[in-house]
């Protein structure tokens, strides 16, 4: 297996990078990785076994335009890309800018044959115990045509399948209500479009109110409305662990308390924290591509190596073309 | 002050729409209420001070098409909208349909002159203690125009202002980045008109993922994301009070815990509590239009008639007519 690296990706840097690469090379023996980043940290990665480091000269920005990002080919992104094509790479992971991304990933890994419009999926975690549900598009695009929702609808549900073995996950729209007739104007379209949809199992309509529950498997959104969805949650879940910390820090019997509570409280607040994920696929492309969060730490571009590692075993791509021939 | 309320809308029905109603009335003197609603129920009301039975026949659905609605005179919201007219009243409040609540509106309430679209607009809290935010719309609407998000904006703005006696309340536009750029295809124009709009204070756009933590005060969102951003927050706070509860049984130790840590684990969750928020101001129309909580309970329904009540008070249809000619 051999997996390219965006070394210098992420408000971070490099340290998250290199820590969690050099965990990551020891836990996986099968894997032969491909480091690029600029010759400053060259030194940290030479001699490790199965890494080769690949020089590169510039890092884009978090905020850099998705077209300037692009025609920097000397970019630890676009080198990335390159030395993937080269080396017939199965996986590319980076912590940088999503836009420069999924706009070097089209253009230069290319589309799956029949893809309208990659997306951004990742797993989100519910009351359940283990239990896991999938959100698509989180924000590869700003807005959606019915037959992209649709197909999001296909992807998500492979992934679904593929990741989580179950062999007919439950796939619901993201709307404003839960009846049939409600819904943004495009997404009362793809309504129709996925109920008539035989590949798919499609249940409905559903909230943001229920997501999290454990009753959904695949959800379904338009990109805009799919980064909403994801950085609500995300930013709530926050909110609601810094004031349970102000409620611990009250007195000192709520500081006993959460002594003796602490606990199961930390496996809630890991549970709800995004740097658990392991990052965002880009599905539709040819490779898995991984989005690790923008503010990764080692533990956090860590996970997004094992996820990547996991989809490159289940041969996620080979699957998603064939089923979408 | 005279409010009407519609004592048959949402889900549980006129028990917890009397109880509150009962409450209040006791603790506002000044203010009379035409209470709508089935024969079933008059036994209950008359004789109180100040309360007014008026009977209606039917009770519309949760989930009835606001047209259909709108053409049953006889249901209690129909009939509170015609009493709300006849009466010269100030407020109406409804735990109803808001579909059904906002096109009733909409035909016989009716726009304040130069309204594009009515908007809801409710508080949300922050982590900071005492502080809210507002978020326009909520979900009136399912798709707008850029010219619509910036009159959300200013009804936003004039709402925080009146409510919170904050002179230049902070605007920010929810989009999927916080960078000048980004946003959906409409809500990138909306962004050019309010950076140009001389009546607000537009900082610019911002996440979801940073709206609770005390520095925005006004959101400006179409309805349907505006929607997807309370359903989410509803549900995210909602499923980590689920956890939460979860990991404090887990043993003894954790048991004692919770009780030792009780106070302020309660005072979060109260304030994360949708129940606790009063409902959502109809913005737009000729009159202070409270939507409660479908699932309103006694305590619920009450905080929509107190804000209803300060609403009121702080004569803000009057300002609004005012600022928006």
């Known amino acids: 297996m051999k997996i390219v690296i965006d070394m210098m990706g992420g408000d971070n840097g490099p340290k998250a990078t290199i820590n969690a690469l050099k965990l990551f090379i020891k836990e996986h023996n099968d894997v032969m990785v491909y480091a690029v980043g600029s010759s400053a940290i060259k030194e940290e990665l030479v001699g490790i076994d199965r890494v080769e480091f690949v020089e590169s000269q510039t890092v884009l920005k978090m905020d850099v335009d998705p077209m300037t990002a692009y025609r920097d080919e000397n970019s630890s992104l676009m080198v990335a890309c390159k030395v993937f094509n080269e080396n017939n790479c199965d996986a590319l992971i980076s912590a940088g800018s999503s836009g420069a991304l999924l706009?070097?990933?089209?253009?230069?890994?290319?589309?799956?044959?029949?893809?309208?419009?990659?997306?951004?999926?990742?797993?989100?975690?519910?009351?359940?115990?283990?239990?896991?549900?999938?959100?698509?598009?989180?924000?590869?695009?700003?807005?959606?045509?019915?037959?992209?929702?649709?197909?999001?609808?296909?992807?998500?549900?492979?992934?679904?399948?593929?990741?989580?073995?179950?062999?007919?996950?439950?796939?619901?729209?993201?709307?404003?209500?839960?009846?049939?007739?409600?819904?943004?104007?495009?997404?009362?379209?793809?309504?129709?479009?996925?109920?008539?949809?035989?590949?798919?199992?499609?249940?409905?309509?559903?909230?943001?109110?229920?997501?999290?529950?454990?009753?959904?498997?695949?959800?379904?959104?338009?990109?805009?409305?799919?980064?909403?969805?994801?950085?609500?949650?995300?930013?709530?879940?926050k909110a609601m662990s810094s004031m349970l910390k102000d409620a611990f820090k009250r007195n000192i019997f709520s500081k006993i308390g959460y002594l003796l509570s602490k606990k199961g409280i930390s496996e809630m607040k890991n549970k709800m924290d995004y740097k658990n994920v392991g990052g965002a696929m880009l599905v539709g492309v040819n490779g898995v591509v991984i989005k690790a969060h923008g503010n990764s730490d080692d533990k956090s571009f860590m996970s997004a190596l094992t996820v990547s590692y996991t989809l490159v075993q289940e041969q996620i791509v080979e699957k998603f073309k064939k089923a979408l021939e």
Chains 1, 2 share one sequence.
Do not use: H, W
């Not at 793809?190 to 959904?216: H, P, Q, S, V």
């Open 103 to 237: 706009t070097a990933s089209i253009f230069k890994i290319k589309r799956i044959k029949n893809v309208i419009r990659p997306a951004f999926i990742t797993s989100f975690p519910t009351i359940k115990k283990d239990k896991k549900f999938v959100v698509c598009d989180l924000g590869a695009n700003n807005a959606n045509t019915k037959e992209e929702l649709d197909q999001f609808a296909m992807m998500g549900s492979l992934y679904y399948k593929f990741l989580y073995k179950e062999n007919n996950p439950r796939v619901y729209l993201l709307s404003n209500g839960t009846e049939d007739g409600k819904g943004s104007p495009v997404g009362k379209e793809a309504f129709k479009l996925m109920k008539e949809n035989k590949l798919i199992n499609f249940k409905g309509n559903t909230e943001g109110r229920d997501a999290l529950f454990g009753d959904i498997d695949v959800l379904v959104c338009d990109g805009f409305s799919g980064n909403v969805f994801l950085k609500t949650t995300e930013g709530t879940a």
